[in-house]
């Protein structure tokens, strides 16, 4: 199987940093996208951010020029780095990562189990 762990979130002030990390373990053969997700109460599971195995980016409006996702393929980490942050950004964080588990087997989303983030105004 394989297992995603975040950690990083917690409680700030608007317009503090966090920076989130979600590692995969277990039998992986690569990685191919990886990603964050985040849930507020009462809203739909939303894309943040995310990354391709090449690097490309992308992030929702209403977090662009303030998030940055990157990853460690050598860790099989992604990292999200939170800046100026908005009681709005409130919400549990969610890793998610496409994972090849052996050289000819296709592609299986995997998800953490979420992390917290509260912005207090």
């Known amino acids: 199987q394989v297992q995603l762990v975040e950690s990083g979130g917690g409680l700030v002030q608007a317009g503090g940093s966090l920076r989130l990390s979600c590692a995969a373990s277990?039998?992986?053969?690569?990685?191919?996208?990886m990603g964050w997700y985040r849930q507020a109460p009462g809203k739909q599971r939303e894309l943040v951010a995310g990354i391709t195995s090449g690097d490309s980016t992308n992030y929702a409006d209403s977090v662009k020029g303030r998030f940055t996702i990157s990853r460690d393929n050598a860790k099989n980490t992604v990292y999200l780095q939170m800046n100026s942050l908005k009681p709005e950004d409130t919400a549990v964080y969610y890793c998610n990562a496409n994972v090849r588990r052996a050289i000819y087997s296709v592609g299986s989303d995997y998800w953490g189990q979420g992390t917290q983030v509260t912005v207090s105004s």
């Open positions: 277990g039998r992986i053969y690569n990685i191919n996208a």
